[in-house]
């Protein structure tokens, strides 16, 4: 395959694993904030809310510059047509390409 292609899913895969770990730390960050709250008699909104907003940021970050490295379109969205987003694909919206590399069928492999 080629090492442009291989470059551009590896971005891909660190931008979602990125966000993955932004939303489980969502989840610490709530329970954390409880816990200051109370200890400091503020809301847990002003804390937990900042970062739910660095979150969404981030989030939309990651999704327009996660471009597919063969048809240079974005990976996760589909903007003909309805146009619709999947954060979970597992193929590019819009050529189709495999983001995981055991997917993609080897041309040069010698069969037995
Ligand atoms: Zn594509």
């Known amino acids: 395959m080629d090492d442009?292609?291989?470059?551009?899913?590896?971005?891909i895969r660190r931008a979602k694993l990125t966000e993955i770990l932004l939303f489980i730390a969502f989840i610490l960050v709530g329970f954390?904030?409880?816990?200051v709250s109370e200890r400091y008699h503020i809301n847990f909104l002003f804390i937990i809310g900042p970062y739910g907003?660095?979150?969404?940021a981030c989030d939309?970050?990651?999704?327009l510059t996660a471009t597919c490295p063969k048809c240079k379109e974005l990976y996760y969205w589909r903007m003909s047509g309805i146009g619709y987003r999947n954060f979970f694909?597992?193929?590019c919206l819009n050529c189709g390409l495999e983001l995981n590399e055991m997917a993609v069928p080897v041309k040069e492999k010698e069969v037995c």
Do not use: H, M, N, P
């Open 4 to 11: 442009q292609i291989q470059k551009g899913l590896r971005k």
């Open 32 to 35: 954390l904030s409880i816990l």
């Open 53 to 56: 907003l660095f979150v969404l």
């Open 60 to 63: 939309a970050y990651l999704g």
């Open 89 to 91: 694909t597992k193929k």
